[in-house]
Each structure stands twice: as structure tokens, then as C-alpha cells.
């Protein structure tokens, strides 16, 4: 432990320099006009990963962006472990909102990190989270105390939904075999509380257009004598939940897991303050589906989301039409038994079938991911609690996440593995959104944690 926080007070500086460079890159893979700076920053994966101590490393092609696929292989009778993450990131729009430009990255103290935490694009969401493993790495090297074999498998399409991954993994079994999977891609519950995700749900996602007439219309002329898209759009997508914010669409909820009373009460242990919940997003209320708490809400609940929404003429000044046109992408996140593909399908169903007549109503599903939830009677998950323990000085708890990683479900089914999921960022990161950072402290202590979990799962493989 004492070598551990010796060495990355020595490379401090360079630990966050190396990250900052790492960041500076707008790896954007949902934007076709970045393909050259996601497939710079894959290269420069590459390089960190030999640099960190891996004998092979390689860029592997696929359909769409490539994966970096690394390897120390110490002896074939020792465990091993196979550590996921990401190189894009989300595009930062809306730019406007960020006190600093997304890409290029400042450290600035902030009330939850008066250390400094580093502002950018993919700074927690997951370049930082995935470099910690790559220093984690170098450390195990450069002190000849790697306990177990490593491989890691760093993709370039997270954000637009791994559609290549899935293939990657079909096709590279034995290239990816492994005892346990370790991804930080998720949170914790604060700094001085630590805790383990050890659930995800899953994930729907889906683009409707709707079509009223063959052209925009004058509205003087044709207003009230011709259907509005966007105003039925807005009606069709209001009735989406019920009066007790009930999602309802047609067996929705048939295949959803009720928590028992004892779960829930355990759940409900974890520190949370409804007060300070509110004040940080700035509003006087929560919202949500009846007879939950605001922590249920958001992770053993499923939900259905408006992500945009648009038509018509959104330019400066006034423009009296009625849109021929209007679009909405909608996202639903699912708790473990509900099928993604089948979800899908229920709402392509209901929503064609609310349509009324004079539109036409079209539904592109996009990608989607089925829930996950890791046992924490695995020798995974005790070891991660043992490295949390010596690190943070406490038990972690143990929580379920609202967010979606799909590929974890299709880890276990292709590679037969159990993931752990030892993230280190807060709520208060702002992944997704204008101003995201990763506090400093959390960077430097996932480096220090890493290793312990290393350790401690070597030893209790024995």
C-alpha cells in the first residue's frame, strides 16, 4: 500500500499530463467528421498500453471503429483478468454550456473536489476511468508485483452502442478468455463512501419520424384543417405514461422484477439526501414513477425518456408553417429480465398503433442492451470489497447503477464471465452533459485501488 501511493505521488504530474494529452483528442464517434481523432486516440491507447508493461499489443479492425486489444500473459496457471473500457466519448454539445472548452482540458477546484478535478469531454465517461488501468498497469510492471495475467480490450464505439463489439467477441473466444472482466465505467456513492455497482439496466433506444402533409404548410392558410406533426407527436408521446408517471405500453412491465420490502429497505441504507439531491440539479421537486423513492426510481425502475425532439423552423426570428415533418429520439432503460429486442418491439407496436389518421408514423429502432446484475458472493466481488476496504478504509456498499453497459450481459453469455464493476466517479461528474470532469483524487485513487484488487483476487483463486 505505502509502495503503491509512493509511486503515484512520484508520477503524479505525468499521470495527469498523460491524461490531459489523452483528453485533448475529440474522439467522437457518433460524428463521421472526427473518424481521424478517434483513430488517433486508438493509436494512442496502443502506445500507453506497451509503454504500461503489455508484451503484445495490437489495433484489431472491425466494421466501424477498431479495438485495442493488449496482453501480459505471466503463467498460463495463473488467473486472469480481462479489462474492458472505451476511447470515445459523447459529442459536447450543447458547446455553449461549457465554461471551458470540452477539449481542452483545465483542473479547477470545485465544493466536491477541492483537490482539483480535470473539466473535458471523456474525462470521467471513461477515458480517465479506462487510463487508471493502464497506470494501474505500469505500476504492477514496473514493480515486477503483477500477480495474475491481464488483457485488455479498449473499443472505439461505446457511445454509439458496441454494434462491432458483439462480433468481436463471437469470433475472438479463446483471444478473450479470462476468469473475471473488470470495467470502470460506472460510480461510487462518494468519496468518503464507497460502493460497488453490482447492477445495470439495460437499454432501448429508438428515433420516430412522423409525416403530415407532403410539404410545409402555411399556417394562416391550412392551420386547424390539417394535422400538425409536432403537435401530435407531443400528444402521442404524452400518453406514454399515465397519470402515476406509468409507462403504457402494452406488457411493459410483464416480465419487470419487484424488489422484496427487505431489499428495498437494504437499498435504502445507503446515504442520500433528498435536499441536496434537489439543490444540485436545481429543482424544487422530484419526479417519477409513484410508490418509489427517488433511488429506486433511478435504477431498479425501468423508465422511457425523450433525449430530443424537433421539427419545424427552429431559426431566428418567425416562420408561420405548419412541419411537414417531426422527429423525436426516445430512450428506455430496462431492468434485468426485460428483453431489449422485445421492448423494442412492444413500443414500435403501441406507438404505430396510436397513430391517428392523416400522419404517418415511422419507427427506426437504433441499439440497445439487456440489464445486468453481479452476484456479490463471487470471488470477483470479494476481492474488489478487500481492495475498496484497504484503499478507502471502509466496506464499500453494494449498489445498483441506472445507467446501461449492454456489452456486460453479452460478456457472460459469449465469455462465460462474471464483470465486476469498480467505478470511481460521482453524479456530480456531469457525464453526458456540458462541464463533465473527473475529480483528481478519484483518478489517483483508482489507480491505487486497481492494484489491491489484483491482489486480493490472485489470492482467493488459490
Same mark, same amino acid.
Given at each position: 500500500?505505502?509502495?503503491?501511493?509512493?509511486? @503515484?505521488?512520484?508520477?503524479?504530474?505525468?499521470?495527469?499530463?498523460?491524461?490531459?494529452?489523452?483528453?485533448?483528442?475529440?474522439?467522437?464517434?457518433?460524428?463521421?467528421?472526427?473518424?481521424?481523432?478517434?483513430?488517433?486516440?486508438?493509436?494512442?491507447?496502443?502506445?500507453?498500453?506497451?509503454?504500461?508493461?503489455?508484451?503484445?499489443?495490437?489495433?484489431?479492425?472491425?466494421?466501424? +471503429?477498431? @479495438?485495442? +486489444?493488449?496482453?501480459?500473459?505471466?503463467?498460463?496457471?495463473?488467473?486472469?483478468?480481462?479489462?474492458?473500457?472505451?476511447?470515445?466519448?459523447?459529442?459536447?454539445?450543447?458547446?455553449?454550456?461549457?465554461?471551458?472548452?470540452?477539449? $481542452?482540458?483545465?483542473?479547477?477546484?470545485?465544493?466536491?473536489?477541492?483537490?482539483?478535478?480535470?473539466?473535458?469531454?471523456?474525462?470521467?465517461?471513461?477515458?480517465?476511468?479506462?487510463?487508471?488501468?493502464? *497506470?494501474?498497469?505500469?505500476?504492477?510492471?514496473?514493480?515486477?508485483?503483477?500477480?495474475?495475467?491481464?488483457?485488455?480490450?479498449?473499443?472505439?464505439?461505446?457511445?454509439?452502442?458496441?454494434?462491432?463489439?458483439?462480433?468481436?467477441?463471437?469470433?475472438?473466444?479463446? *483471444?478473450?478468455?479470462?476468469?473475471?472482466?473488470?470495467?470502470?465505467?460506472?460510480?461510487?456513492?462518494?468519496?468518503?463512501?464507497?460502493?460497488?455497482?453490482?447492477?445495470?439496466?439495460?437499454?432501448?433506444?429508438?428515433?420516430?419520424?412522423?409525416?403530415?402533409?407532403?410539404?410545409?404548410?402555411?399556417?394562416?392558410?391550412?392551420?386547424?384543417?390539417?394535422?400538425?406533426?409536432?403537435?401530435?407527436?407531443?400528444?402521442?408521446?404524452?400518453?406514454?405514461?399515465?397519470?402515476?408517471?406509468?409507462?403504457?405500453?402494452?406488457?411493459?412491465?410483464?416480465?419487470?422484477?419487484?424488489?422484496?420490502?427487505?431489499?428495498?429497505?437494504?437499498?435504502?441504507?445507503?446515504?442520500?439526501?433528498?435536499?441536496? =439531491?434537489?439543490?444540485?440539479?436545481?429543482?424544487?421537486?422530484? =419526479?417519477?414513477?409513484?410508490?418509489?423513492?427517488?433511488?429506486?426510481?433511478?435504477?431498479?425502475?425501468?423508465?422511457?425518456?425523450?433525449?430530443?425532439? %424537433?421539427?419545424?423552423?427552429?431559426?431566428?426570428?418567425?416562420?408561420?408553417? @405548419?412541419?411537414?415533418?417531426? =422527429?423525436?429520439?426516445?430512450?428506455?432503460?430496462?431492468?434485468?429480465?426485460?428483453?431489449?429486442?422485445?421492448?423494442?418491439?412492444?413500443?414500435?407496436?403501441?406507438? $404505430?398503433?396510436?397513430?391517428?389518421?392523416?400522419?404517418?408514423? *415511422?419507427?427506426?429502432?437504433?441499439?440497445?442492451?439487456?440489464?445486468?446484475?453481479?452476484?456479490?458472493?463471487?470471488?470477483? +466481488?470479494?476481492?474488489?470489497?478487500?481492495?475498496?476496504?484497504?484503499?478507502?478504509?471502509?466496506?464499500? @456498499?453494494?449498489?445498483?447503477?441506472?445507467?446501461?453497459?449492454?456489452?456486460?450481459?453479452?460478456?457472460?453469455?459469449?465469455?462465460?464471465?462474471?464483470?465486476?464493476?469498480?467505478?470511481?466517479?460521482?453524479?456530480?461528474?456531469?457525464?453526458?452533459?456540458?462541464?463533465?470532469?473527473?475529480?483528481? %483524487?478519484? +483518478?489517483?485513487?483508482?489507480?491505487?485501488?486497481?492494484?489491491?484488487? =489484483?491482489?486480493?483476487?490472485?489470492?482467493?483463486?488459490?
Amino acid at each position: 500500500m505505502n509502495q503503491i501511493q509512493s509511486y @503515484i505521488s512520484e508520477h503524479k504530474s505525468r499521470f495527469l499530463n498523460e491524461l490531459i494529452e489523452l483528453l485533448k483528442t475529440p474522439s467522437i464517434s457518433a460524428d463521421s467528421a472526427f473518424k481521424n481523432d478517434v483513430l488517433k486516440t486508438a493509436e494512442t491507447v496502443k502506445t500507453s498500453l506497451e509503454n504500461a508493461g503489455c508484451s503484445k499489443v495490437e489495433i484489431c479492425e472491425t466494421a466501424g +471503429y477498431p @479495438i485495442v +486489444y493488449g496482453e501480459k500473459i505471466i503463467d498460463k496457471n495463473l488467473p486472469t483478468i480481462l479489462v474492458y473500457g472505451h476511447y470515445d466519448v459523447q459529442p459536447p454539445d450543447p458547446i455553449e454550456l461549457w465554461d471551458s472548452p470540452p477539449f $481542452e482540458p483545465v483542473i479547477k477546484p470545485t465544493d466536491k473536489h477541492p483537490d482539483g478535478a480535470i473539466f473535458a469531454r471523456g474525462a470521467c465517461d471513461d477515458k480517465g476511468q479506462m487510463y487508471m488501468h493502464v *497506470k494501474a498497469m505500469e505500476f504492477m510492471t514496473a514493480t515486477n508485483q503483477l500477480p495474475c495475467n491481464v488483457k485488455f480490450m479498449i473499443e472505439g464505439e461505446e457511445e454509439v452502442g458496441s454494434a462491432n463489439l458483439a462480433t468481436f467477441v463471437k469470433n475472438n473466444h479463446d *483471444k478473450l478468455k479470462n476468469d473475471v472482466i473488470l470495467i470502470s465505467d460506472t460510480g461510487m456513492i462518494a468519496n468518503d463512501v464507497p460502493s460497488i455497482t453490482t447492477g445495470l439496466r439495460g437499454l432501448s433506444y429508438v428515433e420516430v419520424e412522423l409525416t403530415g402533409p407532403n410539404r410545409d404548410l402555411h399556417s394562416g392558410l391550412y392551420g386547424g384543417a390539417v394535422a400538425n406533426p409536432i403537435n401530435v407527436l407531443t400528444k402521442m408521446i404524452a400518453s406514454l405514461h399515465d397519470e402515476n408517471n406509468r409507462i403504457t405500453i402494452p406488457g411493459f412491465y410483464d416480465k419487470v422484477e419487484e424488489l422484496s420490502q427487505a431489499e428495498r429497505k437494504e437499498m435504502a441504507k445507503a446515504p442520500f439526501s433528498l435536499e441536496s =439531491y434537489q439543490k444540485a440539479l436545481d429543482i424544487e421537486a422530484v =419526479y417519477g414513477e409513484k410508490g418509489y423513492s427517488t433511488n429506486e426510481r433511478n435504477s431498479i425502475r425501468p423508465t422511457l425518456d425523450v433525449n430530443g425532439i %424537433w421539427g419545424g423552423y427552429i431559426g431566428e426570428g418567425a416562420k408561420t408553417v @405548419i412541419p411537414s415533418k417531426a =422527429y423525436a429520439k426516445i430512450s428506455m432503460r430496462l431492468v434485468p429480465h426485460q428483453d431489449w429486442e422485445e421492448i423494442t418491439q412492444r413500443f414500435k407496436t403501441h406507438f $404505430e398503433s396510436i397513430a391517428p389518421k392523416g400522419v404517418n408514423i *415511422k419507427v427506426n429502432p437504433h441499439h440497445g442492451g439487456q440489464g445486468y446484475v453481479t452476484p456479490i458472493d463471487s470471488i470477483g +466481488y470479494q476481492a474488489a470489497s478487500k481492495a475498496y476496504k484497504e484503499a478507502f478504509g471502509k466496506t464499500p @456498499i453494494p449498489q445498483r447503477s441506472g445507467g446501461s453497459i449492454p456489452i456486460v450481459a453479452l460478456f457472460e453469455k459469449e465469455l462465460k464471465s462474471k464483470t465486476i464493476l469498480m467505478g470511481f466517479g460521482l453524479d456530480s461528474d456531469a457525464i453526458h452533459s456540458p462541464n463533465e470532469n473527473f475529480g483528481v %483524487w478519484n +483518478y489517483l485513487k483508482g489507480i491505487e485501488t486497481i492494484p489491491l484488487f =489484483y491482489k486480493y483476487y490472485a489470492e482467493l483463486f488459490k
